[in-house]
Nanobody, 113 residues
Framework: QVQLVESGGGLVQAGDPHRLSCTAS????????MGWYRQAPGNQREFVAS?????TTKYADSVAGRFIITRANDVVYLGMNTLNPEDTGVYYC?????????WGKGTLVTVSS
């Protein structure tokens, strides 16, 4: 089992930077991928960004160039820049290893205009 704890959600002004973090604990496989999904009100959960233990990163088109994902061992960070109200949603951390996905409980980010 892998446990994920997110932090950093809150109310943010449009245009301001913000950062989320997620810490994984438990049975951590050597090779894994961590990242973020988000779910806006009334929408389905969507992929945001991911980073693997080999430093491979992926971004959704909607955040590429604005968000930066990094990790330090079992902690993943999502640096968010140029936020806009469309970035509002619950951000969920995920951990994937050996075809198993684990999810955090989510942290709400609200971007006000």
């Amino acid at each position: 089992q892998v446990q994920l704890v997110e932090s950093g959600g809150g109310l943010v002004q449009a245009g301001d930077p913000h950062r989320l973090s997620c810490t994984a604990s438990g049975k951590i496989f050597v090779f894994n991928t961590m990242g973020w999904y988000r779910q806006a009100p009334g929408n389905q959960r969507e992929f945001v960004a991911s980073v693997s233990t080999d430093s491979t990163t992926k971004y959704a088109d909607s955040v590429a160039g604005r968000f930066i994902i990094t990790r330090a061992n079992d902690v993943v960070y999502l640096g968010m820049n140029t936020l806009n109200p469309e970035d509002t949603g619950v951000y969920y951390c995920f951990f994937n290893a050996q075809d198993q996905n684990y999810w955090g409980k989510g942290t709400l980010v609200t971007v006000s205009s």
